[in-house]
């Protein structure tokens, strides 16, 4: 769970010289959310041309499904498709007009029949705009009905018959926590979803949606920022944390973050090369190794090593590593300076927090004993290959273990 693991991490990791501990948990708090959100790109939108993209939108009543409609025909037309609008929602009176009218403004085909069956106009309209050869249709739907169930009936009908190729939640950014549990029976009602973020301009700042990611596991593609049918933009996770936060400047932050940590990794290669190696020097080297990219590639790259490591062997040497940097994260920062103070009970404890064995701490340990005698042999013979060395160092004890 989210804020379990933005917890966690707050607590077990350490702000890289140069920041506070302020700093460092912002930043989990970024990554963590950035990540829930679909990571730092945005989302992409380049349906193919060559066949009809079935877009249907849907969400309860007001959220802005049909403005949402128009602007994603603004949105599209603008990109060179042939857009095609149908309004489904044959419930509340002047909802045909309303999309029509939009859909004159924007310049995009219209569809509809009012008083007719919406499931009986969608599929009508998905035929009529495939002999106009439109290659982006959206269906806008009803947000109001005799009752929600009778609502929820409706979208799952109209899914089924026409079959889109995805089904976009409209979510209203003003929304507090009602979102997610309206999201969820949607969701449920109507998978393959994506979210449309309206409203999310005045004060808004979205944590209803954030609620409605996390409980429905669907990706915000789109947010609404006005009235307007040009107020669309492409949904940017890190620009929506920053608001959600309230802190304008959270990439610029998170960016000082990651250079203080290279600068960590570098500042462990100098260490190392001056004699000193403990605990904490081991870790930012196996962090900075973990993430070159896969065991057997980076040891084939190494100079001299000359080694071809069995897939089964890389595999389980990583495994290993992972493990290790979990029982160096549950250490104390005195235990990481001396692990020899590290009796039966704290190898215990470590054990319980980074979810290993004592055995395996004590045998960590032991790799890294074994391993600072060779980086000592290493530090007086290859100074200046001291980066490298490690490896090799590392790989005899992978090896032995
Ligand atoms: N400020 C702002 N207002 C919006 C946005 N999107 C929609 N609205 C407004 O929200 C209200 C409802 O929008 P509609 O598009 O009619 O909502 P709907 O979901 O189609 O409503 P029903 O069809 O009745 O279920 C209108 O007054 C819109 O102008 C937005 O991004 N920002
Ligand atoms: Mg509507």
Known sequence: DLSRRIEKRALEE????????????????YDELTSLLGGEKTPKVDYPRNKMTKIMLVGIQGSGKTTSAAKLAW?????????????????????????????????????GIPGEDPVKVASKGVEEFKRKG???????????????????????????????????????ATLGQ??????????????????????????????GALSAVAATGALIKFVGTGEKVEEIELFSPPRFVSR?????????????????????????????????????ELYAQIQAMRKMGPLAKILQAIPGFGYQLPIEAADEAEEKLDKWLAIMQSMTAEELERPEIIDGSRAKRIARGSGTTPRDVRELIKQYQTMKKLVKQFAKKHRRMLGKGIFKGMGIGIGGG
């Open 75 to 111: 949105f599209f037309k603008k990109r060179g498709y042939r857009v095609g609008l149908i309004c489904a929602d044959n419930y509340r009176p002047g909802a045909y007009d309303q999309l029509k009218q939009l859909a004159e403004m924007v310049g995009v085909n219209f569809f």
């Open 178 to 207: 009602q979102a997610p549990a309206q999201a969820s029976a949607l969701h449920e009602a109507t998978p393959r979803g994506a979210i449309f973020l309206s409203k999310l301009d005045g004060s808004a700042r979205g944590g």
């Open 244 to 280: 959600l936060l309230g802190m304008g400047d959270l990439q610029s932050l998170v960016e000082r973050l990651r250079e203080l940590e290279k600068m960590d990794e570098r500042a462990a290669i100098e260490a190392i090369a001056s004699g000193k190696f403990t605990l904490r």
């Open 134 to 172: 439109v290659n982006l249709v959206i269906i806008d739907t009803a947000g109001r009905h005799k009752s929600e169930a009778s609502l929820i009936e409706e979208m799952k009908t109209l899914a089924k018959t026409i079959n889109p190729d995805e089904i976009m939640m409209v979510i209203d």
């Open 14 to 29: 350490e702000p890289p010289p140069g920041a506070t501990r302020r700093e460092l948990t912002l930043k989990i708090i």
